[in-house]
C-alpha cells in the first residue's frame, strides 16, 4: 500500500476517477468525506465483523448519493474515496476478513468487500499512473488539448 501514491491522489478530481460530472455537487462532497471517515474505521477494526460492518456502510453511504447508485458509479467513488481516507494498511483489514472472518457472509457484504478490494487494487495499479500524470501537468499548468483547467 503506497500512502505516497495515496497521497498525490488526495488532489484527484472525481472525473478523474470516472465519476459522472452530473452527480458532483456539495452534497456529493460532503458524503464523499462521510465515505472516507467509515473506510477509516476498517483500518482500526479488531475483528473480521467490524471490517465488514465498515464496508457495508461505506458502500451504503456510496449508493445513497444522489445518482451514484449504479454499480458502474460505486467503485469510481470507492476509489476517490479510499484514496482520500487514512487507510494505513487497507490489505491486512481484508486479509483479516478472509483468514477469520465468517465464510458465508451475505451476498451484499461480499459485493461490498469486493468493491472496497477492486478500489485498493485500482489505486495500486499502474492504470492509476495516468490520472497521476494528468495531476502534475496540471500542477505544472500544462493542460492536455480538450481538458479544462
Known amino acids: 500500500w503506497d500512502r505516497a501514491r495515496c497521497s498525490r491522489l488526495r488532489d484527484v478530481q472525481p472525473s478523474d476517477v470516472g ?18 471517515r467509515e473506510l ?29 447508485a449504479a454499480a458502474d458509479h460505486i467503485v469510481p467513488v470507492m476509489v476517490l474515496c479510499a484514496a482520500r481516507a487514512y487507510l494505513p494498511q ?25 468493491t472496497f478490494e477492486a478500489a485498493i487494487t485500482h489505486i495500486c495499479s499502474d492504470e492509476i499512473a495516468g490520472t497521476l500524470r494528468v495531476l502534475q501537468n496540471r500542477a505544472a ?3 492536455a488539448p480538450g481538458e479544462q483547467q
Not at 90 to 114: D, K, N, R, S
Open 19 to 36: 465519476v459522472p460530472n452530473a452527480v458532483i455537487t456539495d452534497s456529493f462532497r460532503a458524503s464523499c468525506r462521510r465515505v472516507e
Open 40 to 68: 477509516e474505521d476498517v483500518c482500526f477494526a479488531s475483528c473480521p465483523n467490524d471490517v465488514v460492518d465498515a464496508v457495508v456502510r461505506a458502500v451504503q453511504s456510496i449508493a445513497a448519493i444522489g445518482g451514484v
Open 141 to 143: 499548468g500544462n493542460v
Open 90 to 114: 487497507p490489505w491486512l483489514a481484508l486479509a483479516l476478513v478472509m483468514e477469520c472472518g465468517t465464510p458465508e457472509l451475505p451476498a451484499y457484504a461480499q459485493y461490498c468487500l469486493i
